[in-house]
């Protein structure tokens, strides 16, 4: 009986249909852990070592939201929220994770206002952003979209050109906040994608200027105060211009990054009554409406 190769063998005994999971990345260690058990298994060493390509890294946009990465970096209170003295208006916001949002039920859980994630890049659209921008607007919710930025994969001009084509405008019918920038930790590597602080104002500021060159409108920026200052230098200079939106996942907002005096939405949490992350708008109601109305 010819003898079958152990890949054959296992191959025989998977259920039909059945597919092998392959792993997303593989790291280094991970490389070099194979590498020994080939050796170890009998396998002869090449004479010399070849060149290798780099891995390629492999973007994983469903996953990426605003918040997606803050709590890795940053960690989470265990003390309750303590809700601001100052009259708050609750919202949320949320991406493709979310998928087809129950908008009733969120309104009857005090969601006055969301944002909704559009774009990554120059290539992702949020497939169920259409969906969840129209099932907002039927359901009376202030809504806006934002872009998941990647600085070190494209210009900030080709983004926010990218975004306002697909979901990132705004028009002044009362229910659409202005568009947003989520510019955070790197989900694929170095946090601050690589870039010096200089390089990062510089590019955060072509986005913003493209943005309000196309909508009229300066985007909210969504960050962290710790993130903000490591990649940026704590740049003083966006505060005029452009609402904060920053996340911070402790019983109180703590510290703004330079240049706010006061956030316009905290993200206080990144689960609870609402889809997706939990919101603070900070203000009534009827500030939210002025926002959007600009």
Not at 71 to 92: C, D, I, N, W, Y
Not at 94 to 108: E, F, L, R, T
Not at 200 to 215: A, G, K, L, P, Y
Request: charged share 15%.
């Amino acid at each position: 009986m010819p003898r079958t190769s152990r890949a054959a063998r296992a191959a025989a005994t998977r259920p039909p249909g059945h597919r092998p999971a392959r792993s997303r990345r593989l790291p280094r260690v991970a490389a070099a852990a194979l590498a020994a058990g080939a050796l170890l298994g009998g396998a002869t060493a090449p004479a010399q070592a070849q060149p290798t390509r780099p891995l390629p890294i492999i973007l994983h946009p469903d996953l990426d939201h605003a918040g997606s990465t803050v709590a890795l970096h940053e960690g989470r209170s265990t003390s309750p929220v303590a809700r601001p003295r100052a009259v708050q208006t609750q919202g949320m916001d949320i991406s493709s994770y979310q998928g087809d949002v129950n908008w009733d039920a969120a309104v009857s859980n005090g969601a006055k206002f969301a944002y909704l994630k559009a774009t990554e890049g120059t290539t992702y659209l949020n497939p169920y952003f259409y969906a969840q921008s129209g099932g907002s607007f039927v359901a009376g919710v202030i809504r806006g979209a934002y872009h998941f930025a990647l600085p070190n994969v494209s210009g900030a001009a080709a983004q926010a050109n990218f975004f306002v084509d697909h979901g990132g405008g705004w028009t002044p019918d009362g229910l659409t906040l202005p568009p947003a920038l989520d510019i955070e930790y790197n989900p694929y590597g170095a946090d601050c994608y690589g870039l010096s602080q200089s390089a990062m104002v510089n590019w955060i500021r072509e986005f913003s200027d493209t943005v309000h060159d196309r909508t009229g409108r300066y985007p909210v920026i969504y960050t962290t105060t710790a993130w903000w200052s490591s990649c940026t230098g704590n740049n003083s200079g966006f505060g005029a211009t452009n609402p904060l939106w920053v996340a911070r996942y402790a019983s109180s907002v703590g510290a703004l990054p330079a240049g706010w005096s006061f956030q316009t939405i905290w993200q206080y949490a990144d689960s609870g009554s609402l889809p997706g992350d939990q919101d603070w708008f900070n203000g009534p109601y009827d500030r939210v409406q002025a926002l959007a109305n600009g």
